[in-house]
């Protein structure tokens, strides 16, 4: 009722322990999942940091010298950093020659940054492929999405009782929303929201290629619901074949 910060659910959980009615135990952090966690940590900060320094050279370009701005301006992302990243700055000591070694400088960091980033999504795969291989096989499931389940439960995910637990640990447990003689329920706004969103990425997937996900979402909203409650009711679902995939 008062929101959902971190500071508030550290407060709780604080609050639960000294009252002695705290009963889930801890995540435990000394397996491959703690592998998994380390390594996305690695690979979003990677991806904030090559997003950062794409917009810093566009804004770099948007004053560059009109002849060199229009030799580069119908350039996607890609061949833009491969051609910038081959720039010559020359020894002019000007402006022209500023912008194009900073170009050069701003590509290259993105380069690194993709290479990086290549890297640890290997990683990343390796370590789901070695403890959750299941997972990979799983329609709408890439390696990040297993891997942002997989840290959600952590390293020993017997610690959830049942599918229910785990719905509600992501935010897809339908929750009582009923107002005077009108009986509906809605989705928890709690839970882990990264582990939410991973479950709607699948959704959202599943509802675009597969035929099944198509036809479950035509019964449901055939049956009276709204497309947003046929969604919601997919990912509860989702999250309860979810389950015995990621206890292995």
């Known amino acids: 009722r008062r929101g959902k910060t971190d500071a508030i659910d550290a407060e709780s959980a604080a609050r639960a322990v000294l009252a002695g009615s705290a009963q889930a135990r801890a995540k435990s952090a000394d397996g491959r999942v703690e592998m998994l966690r380390i390594f996305k940590l690695a690979k979003d900060s990677a991806m904030k940091s090559r997003t950062q320094a794409i917009n ?38 000007d402006a022209l ?24 999504q290997l990683q990343i795969r390796e370590v789901v492929a070695a403890h959750r291989p299941e997972l990979l096989d799983g329609y709408g499931l890439g390696p ?52 939410n969103a991973a479950i709607y990425r699948i959704a959202l997937s599943r509802m675009r290629w597969d035929p099944r996900t198509k036809a479950y979402l035509q019964r449901r909203i055939a049956e009276g619901k709204t497309k947003r409650e046929a969604l919601r009711c997919l990912k509860r679902y989702i999250a309860r074949q979810l389950y015995p995939l990621l206890l292995g």
Request: charged letters at 25%; proline letters at 4%.
């Open 97 to 120: 020659a500023a912008t194009k070694y900073t170009l050069r400088l701003l590509a290259r960091r993105i380069q690194h940054l993709s290479a990086e980033i290549d890297d640890l």
């Open 56 to 93: 810093q050279l566009r804004a770099v370009l948007v004053n560059a010298d009109p002849s060199l701005r229009e030799s580069l301006a119908s350039l996607g992302v890609i061949r833009l950093v491969e051609r910038c990243a081959r720039l010559l700055p020359g020894t002019g000591g």
């Open 144 to 195: 990040d999405t297993a891997a942002t389940l997989l840290i959600t439960v952590g390293d020993n995910p017997d610690r959830l009782r049942s599918e229910g637990s785990f719905a509600s640990l992501c935010g897809v447990c339908p929750v009582e929303a009923s107002s005077g003689n009108t009986s509906r329920r809605r989705l928890s706004r709690g839970g882990d929201r990264r582990a």
